[in-house]
């Protein structure tokens, strides 16, 4: 929606503006503008592999949702985690075994189906339940996993703002070039009337203009949202890193799920009051 927004805000600013001087048909370009996105589409598929350009085109509609990491979302997310974590307490490591190994069965992560329904967190949080449930390894050393493990998802979550970026830094390129070609063009025309020439040249710097709107109007604003939407993924990881490594470093799950909520963005992180009622809530409800 906001998008949708910025974008009518740039073109009233740009095109509105123009209009009150100018005519809409010097424009009018069609030729130029093809060339433009023609330039954009070839130096995308150049400059990337098949894996990227997937990655990209998946992540682009998600510019025009709004963000699932809510509030409501991590208290899901905190409550779950206190309730594994209680049932480990009171009945030992091997009672989620049968969980960890057959979430899409398990009644307890089946309780929390906002969470449950994003397999890569859920495969995040089974997968060091297993290890926890192995006993092999000590806190420090999933600790060290998880930093690698999360720092392999942040790169992977922002590939897509990092090509869209340098897409909208090439556009005024692409435009100049675009504006170049056409200035030859009006070198080959030098004979024709003052009229003629004055046209044509205003047709060439079509070109920089279109590429300049295009690159940091339109494109620029689509790679912030994609950086801004992989900064959100990540902070889930985090949240879930926390409250198992200070489970394992001996916490109570009432004190654990406090680790979780204090990294937590402070717009999306619930109070301790908050977090406290809703666990108490879902205690009584079972």
Known sequence: MFLFIGYAIILAASVGT??????????????????????????????????????????????????????????????MLFEILAKVRKEGLMSIENDIEHPENSSLFNKYPNVASDHHIMEFITDYLRMMVGGNLNAFEIENLMDIEIETHHHEAHVPAHIMAKLADSAPAFGIVVAVMGVVNVMGSVGEPPAVLGKMIGGALVGTFVGILTGYGFVTPIASKLEQKAEESGKIFQCVKMVLLASMNGYAPQVAIEFGRKVLYSTERPSFLELEEEVKNRKTKK
Request: no cysteine; charged share 15%; net charge positive.
């Open 18 to 79: 123009y209009m009150v001087h100018g005519s809409l048909a010097a424009l009018y370009m069609p030729l130029e503008y093809v060339a433009i996105i023609g330039l954009l589409a070839g130096g995308f598929i150049a400059g990337n592999n098949n894996k990227e350009m997937k990655a990209t085109l998946a992540a682009i509609p998600s510019v025009l949702k709004g963000s699932r990491f809510t509030k409501a979302l991590y208290i899901d997310l905190l409550s």
